[in-house]
């Protein structure tokens, strides 16, 4: 493994990937489930994710907000808070694919299958295994899963 700044192939990682790059490289490589994920890439557009996430709730809460129906004990969005959540929304299925491929190939390059994923599906403590995961370190046997 090694650290660079310059841009690799697509069906490689990038390691030492910036932000931008890793922004650029998630979009491209959209669907693709094959191959590896550096961490930077990984983290860099968790952090992306999260950012765009925030701005949708601030700018909801911002526009109205949400409601609460103790009659019926929903919750809503009130006035311009609909458009806003209905972007949120298309946002949210735009990226549910290429978050997926992402999550695949960060795992390829901690040589595991993408499959671990399903391991966050178990209560309480499988996010975190997962999330471990996500954190550990590349390894050179990871390239089993490159095309």
Do not use: C
């Not at 650029?24 to 994710?49: D, H, I, N, P, V």
């Not at 609909?82 to 972007?87: M, S």
Request: glycine residues 10%; hydrophobic residues 50%.
């Amino acid at each position: 493994m090694t650290t660079s700044t310059t841009e690799a192939p697509l069906d490689k990682p990038l390691y030492g990937a910036s932000f931008g790059q890793a922004f650029s490289r998630f979009f491209k490589k959209y669907a693709t489930f094959s191959g590896r994920a550096s961490r930077s890439e990984f983290w860099w557009w968790f952090l992306a994710s999260m950012i765009v996430n925030a701005v949708f709730q601030i700018v909801i809460q911002l526009m109205g907000g949400y409601t609460y129906d103790p009659s019926t004990g929903s919750f809503g969005l009130t006035g311009v808070s609909v458009f806003i959540g209905i972007l949120w929304m298309i946002w949210g299925l735009a990226t549910f694919i290429p978050w997926l491929a992402i999550i695949w190939r960060r795992l390829h390059d901690t040589n595991r299958s993408g499959g671990f994923f399903f391991l966050s599906l178990i209560p309480f403590v499988g996010w975190i295994i997962v999330l471990i995961l996500y954190a550990l370190e590349s390894k050179p046997e990871g390239a089993r899963f490159d095309r």
